[in-house]
C-alpha cells in the first residue's frame, strides 16, 4: 500500500503562478498525497484563487507574514505523510516527479532521495549535475566526506525543493527563521547530517522558474541586507560544520571564498541598478568596518576563485572602492552592449 506524501507550499502573493503551481503536485500520477499549503499573509488574490480548489488533499493554513523558513516550518508541522516534499509558488513539478522519487526511496530503504531540475527562463533547458556517485546509495561517511563539501562549494545546490524525506527525518530540524538567506543551505545540511542513506538521481523532475528572478530593480536597502545577511548565514553555517565536525579546513574557506565573491558582487548588483556612486561608495565602507566579514576576508583563498573575483577582492581589501565602482560599471555596459 502506498504511503502518504506531503508536499510543503510556502506562498507569498503569488496570484501569476499559483495556480499552475497546484496543478502540477494535484495532476501527479502519484495520488496519496497532501498539499500542505502556508498562505504567508499575501494582499493580492492568491487567497480566493486557493480557495477555489475543493480538492480534499489540500490543508490550507493562512497566517500573518513572517516570512519562508517560519511558512515551511508550520507546513512540516501541520503535514501528516511518512515523506515531506517542497515546492515553491512560482515553480511546478513535472507529471511523474512524486511517484518517481517515492519507488526511489521505498525500493532502496533510503532516508532521502534528491533529483535534478529544468531551468524555466523563456524556455525550459536541462541542468543535471555528472557526480560519479549519482544513482548509488551512500552512507553516512560519505555524506560527511563528500556530499557537505560539494554542498559548500556549489557543486551541489541547497535546494530543498528537490528532496523527498523522511518526515522523522525533518522532525528533528527546523529552519532558521533568523537567516533571510542561505537558509535551506543551512537547513540542507543539517538534513544531510541526520540522514543514514541517501541517493542522487538525474532525474529532471523540478521546473525552476527563473523568468521573474531578476526583472525588478532593488533598492539599496534590500542589497544591504543581502549582503549582512550573507554575512551572518556564512557565519552560522561554519558554527554548524564546526560542532559536527564534519569538514576540513580547505573545504570551509573554499565556501568563505565563494560566499566573498557573492558578497562582493552584490556592489555590481547596485550598479547595474542604477544606485549612485556615492551609495555604492558608502555602502563599501560600511561592510568594511564590519568585524564579522574582516573575519571572514582573513581566510578567502584566492585559489578557489576565478581571476576576476580575486582582482575585486584585492581591490576592495586595498579599499579601492572607486576603482571597483569604475569597473562595475564598465562592466555593467558591456553587459548591457551585448544584449545581457
Not at 177 to 183: M, V
Amino acid at each position: 500500500m502506498s504511503k502518504l506524501v506531503s508536499i510543503i507550499l510556502p506562498v507569498y502573493n503569488a496570484e501569476k503562478y499559483i495556480n499552475q503551481c497546484i496543478d502540477s503536485v494535484l495532476n501527479q500520477t502519484y495520488k496519496n498525497l497532501e498539499l500542505v499549503i502556508v498562505n504567508d499573509g499575501s494582499t493580492d488574490l492568491t487567497d480566493q484563487l486557493i480557495k477555489a480548489y475543493e480538492d480534499e488533499r489540500i490543508n490550507y493554513i493562512k497566517k500573518d507574514n513572517s516570512g519562508v523558513s517560519d511558512s515551511r516550518n508550520i507546513g512540516i508541522s501541520n503535514s501528516h505523510g511518512e515523506y515531506i516534499m517542497f515546492i515553491d509558488a512560482d515553480d511546478t513539478f513535472e507529471f511523474n516527479m512524486v511517484e518517481v522519487l517515492y519507488k526511489t526511496i521505498e525500493k532502496n530503504e533510503i532516508d532521502l532521495v534528491r533529483c535534478n531540475y529544468n531551468f524555466i527562463r523563456g524556455k525550459k533547458s536541462s541542468f543535471i549535475n555528472f557526480l560519479d556517485y549519482t544513482d548509488k546509495i551512500l552512507d553516512k561517511k560519505t555524506i560527511k566526506e563528500r556530499i557537505i563539501p560539494d554542498i559548500l562549494s556549489h557543486k551541489i545546490r541547497g535546494y530543498v525543493w528537490l528532496l523527498l524525506v523522511r518526515k522523522s527525518i525533518l522532525e528533528k530540524v527546523k529552519f532558521d527563521c533568523k537567516l533571510k538567506i542561505l537558509e535551506d543551505t543551512k537547513f540542507y545540511i543539517e538534513i544531510m547530517l541526520l540522514c543514514n542513506r541517501i541517493m542522487f538521481i538525474n532525474d529532471n523532475l523540478y521546473n525552476y522558474n527563473c523568468n521573474n528572478l531578476f526583472s525588478a530593480t532593488k533598492s539599496v536597502n534590500s542589497y544591504k541586507k543581502n549582503i549582512y545577511g550573507m554575512v551572518d548565514a556564512t557565519n552560522s553555517i561554519l558554527q554548524l560544520l564546526k560542532d559536527n565536525k564534519c569538514c576540513k579546513i580547505e573545504d570551509e574557506r573554499k565556501f568563505i571564498t565563494k560566499n566573498i565573491d557573492s558578497i562582493l558582487n552584490y556592489f555590481y548588483l547596485m550598479k547595474k541598478s542604477c544606485q549612485t556612486s556615492k551609495v555604492i561608495i558608502q555602502n563599501m565602507k560600511e561592510l568594511r568596518e564590519n568585524n564579522d566579514f574582516i573575519c571572514l576576508m582573513n581566510e578567502y583563498e584566492k585559489k578557489y576563485s576565478n581571476l576576476f573575483n580575486v582582482i575585486i577582492y584585492t581591490l576592495y581589501k586595498n579599499k579601492y572602492y572607486y576603482l571597483i565602482n569604475a569597473i562595475n560599471g564598465f562592466k555593467t555596459f558591456i553587459l548591457k552592449f551585448r544584449g545581457n
